[in-house]
């Protein structure tokens, strides 16, 4: 393929509030690296396809608001100047051309000469693992071969950006993984500066170089998987992505108390509520360190290479426990926990 | 399927099946025989195409039908488009009056047609202003062509319309994604997108203008097109013979149309997603 010729994008306070006074997107400010992929994930309706919209040059942000692409203000680019890649959920394709037409429409567009037009086409097809469909009308061809083409269309002009907004989320699970893996091998092997939305967190966190999370018109938190993973800004962050426990404590005397629940702290208390993820609290092994939490077992789940206990500690929700300990467990069991106090977060919102 | 359903089926079909016999195969026969039945026989027919007046008549006829057509396509599907996407004050008064002309019978299209461009009309009025020169093109086929589309375009623009609201505006989005500039748009997604509301609008288009005869009949008798050949035929000439062959030969031109037609939709249609 080409070098890698991505070029970043920034938005300056770029808002948007539509016709009916619906404020979809917060005035925003936001960098993507050249070659990076940034994925948008958050909630529906939280504003992921407004931002892909106005990155695009589909919709304009609210007076005010600019978009770069690299050095070059866009703000007034339409899409069809923007040389832009877009890939929708619903594929979009032409449904009057064939299989080759479609991912060549792009360089019949541009005027790029019969030949060199036919070898890029084959090579994207060859590339998405459709050659054989070439001839093929598009309503012949199944959701996930549809949106292969639908890839291999976009790709095909070599853009200076790509957009795909939710590419997957009409596809079942199955094919939904194979093509998250092709996407991600088509991804680091363009360097092509993208942006991917997405409610799927595991899809997020496997395509993503970083993440933006949304919530109401805003970005909640922005950076790479593993930052988001582990240091969630906010309670809702640290639901979206990755199972979290929430338990409700006071501080007292150098230990945080909450039902069931007795951690020895010295820092600050933050908060009236402690996060914490499944596979950081275990199962107390009687070493001297005394157990943190005790409860009993509402549920557990053998799922081979670990064990997915939920624990109710006398008040509040119950907590979930993923553990690799090799014993079994029985509903209604005692079960005594420890937590490492690093492993502790504390939501700001 | 059992036997018990077919029968219930043929039994449900025997209505229409009795009215399409009684008022259109033996009646259409019937025309078809009387057309053979003349001091030349079979020859009427031939005299279709030999008789210099009744071909030329054909022919315009034809033409007339095919240009009112093309007309009253590109108008409805640019007004019934902009109609579809754009919500503006007064648009539902708009569409109203473009539809209008569907409660009007042939002769007042024609006397319209007078009222604008015949002897006392608006465009001569106009025109001898300007240039000094009166423009009368009322009792002519351009007069004729003029009616003709104002009364095919309602129809036209509706089914348009309903066809628009159906468009994918994803697909526009994506053939920008991709480079297309509003023009190429158009031409290669809404255009094929609207391809089977074309044809079908078209097809009773042209139908209705190769047998329409009010309009026809109140701009003047002189306007040769196939209707009021068969009517001169028919009440002035007597001659019964003639204007079988020409009504029978008129009504398989439209029939052949519209098969024709229906058989490009039923294409068209099997190929989009
Ligand atoms: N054309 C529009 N006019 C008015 N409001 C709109 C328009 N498009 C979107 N909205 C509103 O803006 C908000 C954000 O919409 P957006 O489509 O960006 O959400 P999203 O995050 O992509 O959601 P989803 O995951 O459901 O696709 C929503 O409240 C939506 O109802
Ligand atoms: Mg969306």
Redesign the interface.
């Known amino acids: 393929m080409s070098a890698p010729d991505g070029i970043p994008i920034r938005l300056e306070r770029a808002g948007k509030t539509f016709d009916d006074g619906t404020r979809a997107l917060e005035p925003t400010d936001l960098t993507i690296e050249a070659g990076e992929t940034l994925v948008f994930l958050g909630p529906s309706g939280c504003g992921k396809t407004t931002t892909l919209r106005i990155v ?1 040059g ?1 919709d304009q942000p609210d007076a005010g608001g600019r978009v770069w692409f690299g050095s070059d203000d866009v703000t007034e680019v ?4 923007r ?4 890939v ?1 959920q ?1 594929y ?5 051309m064939s299989v080759a037409d479609n991912v060549a ?2 360089l019949k ?2 005027r790029v000469d019969e030949a060199e037009r036919r070898g890029r086409v084959a090579q994207m097809l060859e590339m998405m693992h459709i050659t054989e469909l070439a001839h093929r ?3 012949q061809l199944s959701g996930g071969q549809r949106q292969r083409v639908a890839l291999a ?2 790709i095909a ?1 070599r853009p200076r950006v790509l ?1 795909l907004d939710e590419p997957l989320t009409a596809l079942d699970a199955k094919l939904r993984e194979t093509l998250r893996v092709e996407i991600d091998r088509l991804l680091r092997s363009l360097a092509i500066t993208t942006v991917y939305v997405t409610h799927d967190q595991a899809e997020a966190m496997a395509l993503g170089d970083r993440i933006a999370v949304m919530q109401k018109g805003r970005i909640a938190q922005i950076g790479t998987p593993r930052e988001i993973y582990q240091r969630p800004s906010s309670a809702f962050v640290a639901g979206f992505i990755g199972a979290m426990n929430h338990v409700s404590v006071r501080a007292d005397n150098g230990y945080l108390i909450g039902s069931g629940t007795r951690i020895p702290w010295h820092g600050s208390a933050p908060g009236g509520q402690i996060m914490f993820r499944p596979e950081d609290v275990s199962i107390h092994d009687g070493s001297v360190s005394p157990a943190v939490m005790e409860g009993r077992i509402l549920s557990a789940f053998f799922l081979g290479d670990h064990t997915r206990l939920s624990v109710d500690l006398g008040a509040g929700d119950p907590i979930t426990v993923r553990t690799e300990a090799r014993c079994s467990f029985a509903a209604g069991d005692a079960v005594r926990l420890s937590l490492p106090a690093e492993r502790i977060l504390w939501p700001e919102a | 399927m059992g036997g018990r359903e077919r029968l219930l089926l043929l039994a449900l079909m025997a209505p229409a099946a009795i009215v399409f016999a009684a008022f259109f195969l033996l009646p259409l026969a019937r025309l078809f025989v009387i057309g053979g039945t003349g001091p030349t026989g079979w020859s009427a027919y031939l005299a279709i195409v030999t008789d210099a007046r009744y071909f030329r008549s054909l022919v315009s006829t034809v033409l007339l039908s095919a240009s009112v057509t093309a007309a009253t396509l590109v108008i409805s599907g640019i007004a019934g488009v902009f109609l579809e996407r754009n919500r503006f004050r007064g648009r539902a008064l708009v569409t109203a009056m473009l539809t209008l002309p569907l409660a009007f019978p042939g002769v007042v299209i024609g006397f319209m047609v007078i009222m604008l461009a015949g002897r006392q009309g608006l465009i001569p009025e106009i025109t001898d202003a300007l240039f000094n020169e009166r423009l009368v093109f009322a009792y002519s086929m351009a007069g004729l062509f003029m009616g003709y589309v104002y009364f095919s375009i309602p129809r036209t623009i509706l089914t348009v319309m309903a066809s628009a609201e159906k468009l994918d505006p994803r697909l526009e989005e994506a053939a920008r994604s991709l480079g297309a500039r509003p023009w190429r748009v158009v031409a290669d997604v809404i255009v094929p997108g609207l391809k089977p509301a074309f044809i079908s609008a078209g097809a009773i288009c042209f139908a209705t203008a190769m047998g329409a005869f009010g309009t026809a009949f109140t701009l003047a008798t002189r306007i040769n097109v196939l209707p009021m050949v068969i009517y001169t035929e028919f009440t002035l000439q007597a001659n019964l013979v003639m204007a079988s062959a020409l009504s029978f030969v008129l009504g398989a031109i439209t029939w052949a149309a519209l098969a024709l037609a229906r058989s490009f939709a039923g294409s068209s249609v099997a190929a989009a997603g």
């Open positions: 695009a589909l339409p899409i069809e100047r040389n832009v890649g877009m929708f619903s979009a394709l032409f449904p009057n429409y792009g567009v541009r009308r598009i309503d269309r976009a002009p957009l």
